[in-house]
C-alpha cells in the first residue's frame, strides 16, 4: 500500500500564498478565498502537503481499495496555469449549481478558475456547504 504525501503540516499558509502565487491577482485572490473560506467554514487554513491550503478534515476510507486517510473538507491552491478550488463532491445539488458559477474548467477533483471575478461567489459558497454536508454524512467522525 503506498503512503499518503499529502498530510497537514505546519507551514504558513501565508509564505506560501506571497511566495507561490505567481501573479498579483493570484495573491489577491488567495488571500481573499483565505477570509472566505475560513469564515464560511470556521476553521483555520492549514497547508496540506506542499502546495493546498485546507479547512477542517475528515477520515475516509476508499471503497476501492485499503487506502485511508485524512483530507481537507475544503480547500484551494493557487497554481501557475489558474486557482484549483477543491469544493466539489459529485451530487444533483452541486452539478445543479455548476450550471450558476461561472466561468471555470473541471479537473478530476477539482474546479479550475483563472480569477475569483469569474465565478458567482453566492453560489461557491453554496457549493461548499453541499460538499461540507456530503462529505460529513459519508464519513462520519
Known amino acids: 500500500m503506498s503512503t499518503i504525501k499529502t498530510l497537514v503540516n505546519d507551514s504558513s499558509v501565508a509564505d506560501f500564498i506571497s511566495s507561490f502565487a505567481d501573479t498579483e491577482q493570484k495573491r489577491s485572490d488567495s488571500f481573499e478565498l483565505l477570509k472566505i473560506m475560513e469564515s464560511y467554514t470556521g476553521h483555520q ?3 496540506w502537503g506542499p502546495s493546498i491550503i485546507g479547512f477542517g478534515s475528515y477520515h475516509y476510507k476508499s471503497e476501492r481499495s485499503r487506502q485511508e486517510g485524512d483530507w481537507p ?14 469544493v466539489y463532491m459529485a451530487t444533483p445539488v ?3 449549481l455548476l450550471e450558476e458559477l461561472g466561468k471555470f ?4 477533483g477539482c474546479i479550475y478558475v483563472k480569477k475569483l471575478s469569474d ?6 459558497r453554496k457549493m461548499m456547504g453541499e460538499t461540507i454536508q456530503r462529505l460529513q454524512e459519508k464519513f462520519p467522525a
Open 119 to 124: 465565478i458567482n461567489m453566492e453560489v461557491f
Open 45 to 47: 487554513p492549514k497547508m
Open 105 to 108: 474548467k473541471m479537473g478530476k
Open 73 to 86: 473538507l475544503v480547500g484551494f491552491s493557487p497554481r501557475k496555469a489558474a486557482i484549483s478550488l477543491y
Open 94 to 96: 452541486n452539478d445543479a
